[in-house]
């Protein structure tokens, strides 16, 4: 049995009208007891009665027209409280509703994969955006998800998709030296880096610890060298009168301050640490492309070349794109992704927009 507004409003009007009901009766009743109370003088004074009947007739049609008020008050209030009631059942029952098809999609996504894969698999690892810790690359998060791809008797085959401007070199090397001993210890499972938009400085480091390197004619690559930037704005606080007071424990401690000027001998310090660490950058690279690279005068230099000109100094070793290498080389094998799971909120937030934004799209265009 179903319970609407209307029967709210049912309800209360037949609860105010018997109470209308019993007002009505007593004051019928109170007219009575004036008549009553004049006894057989009434007709003796018969101006006093109509104006006595008078003024309770005009309570009466006030104390009525007060009912009518609380009566409509209480009528919405019950309405009111009713409706936000149905709200918040209806909430909780969309929440609850979420809830369990998350879970229920998770549970069957997971299922697919597992039940996907049964035969062998070519591991892809996106790489994307800088480089660093706490960045979008981070060696401590990349580096399991090598060990895991290597750890699977499955994978016959690790694709790398680069995309990266570059970044730290110590996570850079650190990806490097992991790759070059996977490629050491695995001589039968290719490792090829497949490069979209650039592999520059950092990105360009990690790819040549690939077995072959692959990238599109517009692409760049390259960009092998060393950056320190900075700014002297020591002149300026001395233009505007401001002296810089900094205090140290070590003469070089504070070398890079931009507010004060650097001396020659923490400059010279300084370019032998940028020096060192080009030094280990031009010589994994040399040691990941062998002969195959074509030692240019240009070719350490820091500078970016496209895709068309990484093929002729050895950078690269074709010209192709992931969708191909996939399908030409490894057609035989499913495509298993290996990437950084996102903090759980953020999936969930993710997956609930894109379902909503496919349906509202479906929406419109149905119309």
Avoid: C
Avoid at 111 to 134: F, K
Avoid at 136 to 142: A, K, T
Avoid at 182 to 193: E, T
């Amino acid at each position: 049995m179903s319970w609407n507004e209307e029967d709210d409003r049912k309800a209360s009007n037949d609860m105010l009208s018997s109470e209308d009901a019993s007002f009505s009766n007593k004051a019928q009743s109170n007219d009575m007891y004036v008549d009553v109370d004049q006894g057989t003088d009434a007709k003796a004074d018969s101006t006093s009665k109509p104006k006595l009947t008078s003024s309770n007739n005009e309570d009466v049609a006030s104390q009525t027209a007060v009912f009518e008020l609380l009566k409509e008050a209480l009528l919405e209030n019950v309405v009111e409280k009713r409706r936000a009631r149905r709200w918040k059942i209806f909430f909780r029952f969309v929440g609850l509703f979420l809830i369990v098809g998350i879970f229920v999609g998770w549970s069957a996504s997971s299922v697919v994969e597992d039940a996907a894969l049964t035969g062998d698999s070519v591991a892809l690892i996106p790489m994307r955006g800088t480089i660093g810790a706490g960045l979008d690359i981070d060696s401590d998060e990349y580096s399991l998800l090598i060990e895991d791809a290597y750890a699977d008797a499955r994978t016959k085959a690790v694709v790398i998709k680069m995309n990266s401007p570059g970044g730290s070199p110590v996570h850079s090397g650190i990806l490097y030296d992991l790759l070059m001993s996977k490629r050491k210890s695995y001589p039968d499972i290719p490792l090829i880096v497949v490069v979209s938009d650039m592999a520059a400085s950092g990105g360009y480091y990690i790819a040549s610890a690939a077995d072959e390197i692959y990238a599109d004619k517009a692409s760049l690559v390259g960009s092998i060298g060393v950056v320190s930037p900075g700014f002297d704005a020591s002149g300026l606080l001395e233009s505007i009168g401001v002296e810089r007071r900094t205090f140290t424990a070590g003469e070089d401690k504070a070398f890079l301050d931009p507010f004060s000027p650097m001396t020659p001998s923490a400059a010279q310090k300084w370019q032998s640490v940028l020096d060192s660490t080009h030094k280990q950058f031009i010589e994994a690279v040399k040691k990941g492309r062998g002969d195959r690279l074509s030692l240019e005068r240009d070719l350490f230099t820091g500078m970016v070349f496209t895709g068309e000109q990484a093929v002729s100094y050895g950078l690269i070793d074709g010209l192709d794109y992931t969708g191909h290498v996939l399908s030409s080389r490894f057609s035989n094998l499913t495509p298993v992704y290996y990437e950084p799971r996102e903090e759980p909120w953020k999936e969930v937030a993710k997956e609930l927009g894109i379902s909503f934004a496919t349906r509202l799209s479906t929406i419109f265009s149905m119309r």
